[in-house]
């Protein structure tokens, strides 16, 4: 696994808008949970196949976050839904939308 799709600190504070994540490279991504709920991965989400949407009007309130072997993180939201599998290497390519807050290390 490479360092910059591996999390060493994942905050995600309940009644928070946002879920942070620090990478092995360093790398801090703060994430609105409504852009996580909103590019869940499912397919019933995203039905099948086609590339990666964001969809609007979920609920984004992040219930809970449980791990997922060592490659992903399941992420249960306010209204019950939790099959989406967000894997480490999807949710470091998320931190490439504008809405993500990326710090990197050694920037003031
Ligand atoms: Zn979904």
Same mark, same amino acid.
């Given at each position: 696994?490479?360092?910059?799709?591996?999390?060493?600190?994942?905050?995600?504070?309940?009644?928070?808008?946002?879920?942070?994540?620090?990478? !092995?490279?360093?790398?801090?991504?703060?994430?609105? $949970?409504?852009? +996580? /709920?909103?590019?869940? *991965?499912?397919? &019933?989400?995203?039905?099948?196949? !086609?590339?990666?949407?964001?969809?609007?009007?979920? $609920?984004?309130? +992040? /219930?809970?976050?449980? *791990?997922?072997? &060592?490659?992903?993180?399941?992420?249960?939201?306010?209204?019950?839904?939790?099959?989406?599998?967000?894997?480490?290497?999807?949710?470091?390519?998320?931190?490439?939308?504008?809405?993500?807050?990326?710090?990197?290390?050694?920037?003031?």
């Amino acid at each position: 696994m490479k360092p910059e799709h591996t999390p060493t600190h994942v905050k995600a504070p309940h009644g928070a808008k946002d879920t942070e994540i620090t990478w !092995g490279d360093g790398v801090r991504c703060v994430y609105p $949970n409504t852009l +996580l /709920r909103g590019y869940c *991965p499912c397919a &019933h989400c995203q039905g099948h196949g !086609g590339t990666i949407a964001f969809v609007p009007g979920g $609920n984004s309130e +992040l /219930r809970d976050l449980e *791990p997922v072997g &060592h490659y992903a993180l399941k992420l249960v939201w306010g209204d019950g839904h939790e099959t989406g599998i967000y894997t480490f290497e999807y949710l470091r390519s998320l931190a490439d939308k504008p809405e993500v807050r990326t710090v990197r290390p050694g920037a003031t």
